[in-house]
């Protein structure tokens, strides 16, 4: 077993996009998984996670969502790269559906289609899921949980993982009451995870910001990386 990286350049309309796939070169064609940034922008966090997918037996595209590859350094600036694309979820589903497009392209990928996604990077996967039938499933890890203002499907086809930490100020637990109801009405195969005590971006491990509601947990993240595995090998085997 060798893992590989790629860079993939693709493009939505006329913005220049800049993304990683990872992959075990000792393998047949494989189901690709999606990983989806936070609002820093495709950094070594989203690459390591395409890692361990590939490590996995699945090719991992860590993609970009701002164009170039641009990622913030602080709040400021991850507030300016995110901003446009969250206030426009037509543009955001758009791009993230490009990603799609263009992974399944390589040489390397084969079969169903699956999505994670990271803090803003968890709406971005949820929204493919809301607006795409061709999709097998996604799962959101501390992720946004926001229902689109754009029209979406009325049936929700690919199956919905939300990791959550419950005490995230972020996501607040009427707002995870408000996504059950959405994903229910939509006939979606939904299911929530609470971790109690955990806050916002409980996977990353230089999160360490209780004030602005953000702090690692080890824990936390080792169970949704248990069920995260488990639910993909499900919906992608």
């Not at 039938?133 to 926001?146: E, F, K, N, P």
């Not at 229902?147 to 637990?173: F, Q, R």
């Not at 824990?219 to 488990?230: F, G, I, L, Q, S």
Request: aromatic share 8%; proline share 5%.
């Amino acid at each position: 077993m060798t893992i590989q990286r790629r860079e993939i350049r693709y493009q939505h309309g006329d913005v220049n996009l800049k993304g990683v796939m990872v992959y075990d070169d000792a393998r047949e064609p494989s189901p690709p998984v999606l990983v989806a940034p936070t609002w820093a922008g495709c950094t070594a966090f989203e690459i390591e996670q395409a890692e361990r997918l590939a490590g996995l037996g699945y090719v991992g595209f860590a993609i970009d969502m701002y164009g170039d590859g641009a990622t913030g350094d602080d709040k400021e600036e991850c507030t300016a790269l995110m901003t446009p694309v969250v206030s426009d979820r037509a543009l955001l589903q758009a791009r993230i559906g490009a990603a799609v497009d263009c992974i399944r392209g390589e040489p390397e990928v084969a079969g169903p289609t699956g999505a994670i996604g990271y803090c803003f990077g968890g709406l971005c996967v949820l929204d493919l899921a809301r607006t795409r039938d061709d999709i097998a499933g996604v799962v959101s890890l501390h992720g946004l949980l926001s229902a689109p203002d754009n029209d979406t499907l009325s049936s929700i086809t690919a199956k919905v993982l939300v990791l959550h930490g419950y005490d995230d100020p972020m996501v607040p637990p009427e707002q995870v009451v408000a996504f059950a109801s959405e994903m229910s009405a939509a006939n979606s195969d939904w299911q929530v995870h609470a971790y109690g005590g955990v806050l916002h971006a409980f996977t990353n491990p230089d999160a360490n910001d209780p004030d602005f509601g953000t702090v690692y947990s080890e824990v936390a993240t080792r169970r949704a990386n248990y069920a995260m595995d488990d639910f993909l090998n499900e919906v992608l085997s």
